[in-house]
T-cell receptor, first 110, second 117 residues
Framework: QKEVEQNSGPLSVPEGAIASLNCTYS??????FFWYRQYSGKSPELIMSIYSNGDKEDGRFTAQLNKASQYVSLLIRDSQPSDSATYLC??????????FGQGTRLTINP | GAVVSQHPSRVICKSGTSVKIECRSLDFQATTMFWYRQFPKQSLMLMAT?????????EQGVEKDKFLINHASLTLSTLTVTSAHPEDSSFYIC?????????????FGPGTRLTVT
């Protein structure tokens, strides 16, 4: 079992709709979770971090964490073509290391 | 804030030569820097973790004598790919974690695309 798993996609969503990205992790003791966005040929950009169960909202983005189910998700409301990218879920392992999922490729269709 | 730069952004070198990549935190002090490698259509793979003033910790399977990492100051870490071969061609990305306010997030540099001919 991979430490961090994501559906690689591609996930296609019409413009204006809600895009839902999911991630599961294997280490029940994990405490810190991150979502990064990566455009083709570019490095990852931090979108959200979440540390507590529940929802965390930032603009059009909402991160959801359920530690009991070992599940973290990212919702993107009012999806725009510029949101088309690969989204990487990362979980902190130990004090410093981040373990990344394989990423979900999201395409927003105009 | 939290800007990380890398230089060069692209480099082409001949097989057998060495290449140095610099990673700088521009507006914060980074006690810890990380070096990743990413092959096409794959996720990031951590190569090593470096703490300022101490030796880097390499991930399993990463040759420390081939990928030399130096983290001599709180704002600069370097990765030297020695005796590069075509299979070392990849996208190398550094990230930095600061100490200001106990920040837990890692911020990534723009990456360096290495092509070995």
């Amino acid at each position: 079992q991979k430490e961090v798993e994501q559906n690689s996609g591609p996930l296609s969503v019409p413009e204006g709709a809600i895009a839902s990205l999911n991630c599961t992790y294997s280490d029940r003791g994990s405490q810190s979770f991150f979502w990064y966005r990566q455009y083709s040929g570019k490095s990852p950009e931090l979108i959200m971090s979440i540390y507590s169960n529940g929802d965390k909202e930032d603009g059009r983005f909402t991160a959801q964490l359920n530690k009991a189910s070992q599940y973290v998700s990212l919702l993107i409301r009012d999806s725009q073509p510029s949101d088309s990218a690969t989204y990487l879920c990362a979980v902190r392992k130990g004090a410093q290391k981040l373990v990344f999922g394989q990423g979900t490729r999201l395409t927003i269709n105009p | 804030g939290a800007v990380v730069s890398q230089h060069p952004s692209r480099v082409i070198c001949k097989s057998g030569t060495s290449v140095k990549i610099e990673c700088r935190s521009l507006d914060f002090q980074a006690t810890t820097m990380f070096w990743y490698r990413q092959f096409p259509k794959q996720s990031l793979m951590l190569m090593a973790t470096s703490n300022e003033g101490s030796k880097a910790t390499y991930e399993q399977g990463v040759e420390k004598d081939k990928f030399l990492i130096n983290h001599a100051s709180l704002t600069l870490s370097t990765l030297t790919v020695t005796s590069a071969h075509p299979e070392d061609s990849s996208f190398y990305i550094c990230s930095a974690r600061g100490t200001d306010g106990g920040a837990l997030e890692q911020y990534f540099g723009p990456g360096t695309r290495l092509t070995v001919t």
